[in-house]
């Protein structure tokens, strides 16, 4: 085998997760807090969206969310509609989870950024 790592090797090297983060539910910044990101009046819109920003695992909630074709509540800072709307637009897509977590471990590796399952 030749000296070049592959991509699984190459993040593995630099603390990348090659798989799902299976605490992320504990993780997650709307703990205790489900009735505002399921709420029905758009007052706490911005104030469940605004939680979104700083939480750990929004990866994982936004591919849980289009996976499952959530049509309720706010995912990873995503209404209902934005999540429909980029369903619409990426049909072809079989696992949203896969799809996010390679595009994040990619952006992790491009900018050097080391990756841990533990809360921030």
Known sequence: MSGIKSKQEAGKAKGIPESW??????????????EL?????????EEAIAECDTCPVRTECLAVALDSRATHGIFAGTTPRWRNELLLRRPNVRSWRDLLLGARAEHRRRYDIPYSHTRQ
Do not use: D
């Not at 983060?21 to 489900?34: L, T, V």
């Not at 990101?37 to 819109?45: D, G, I, K, Q, V």
């Open 21 to 34: 983060n299976p605490e992320w539910r504990r993780q997650a910044r709307c703990i205790g807090k489900m």
């Open 37 to 45: 990101f399921f709420a029905t009046s758009n007052r706490f819109l």
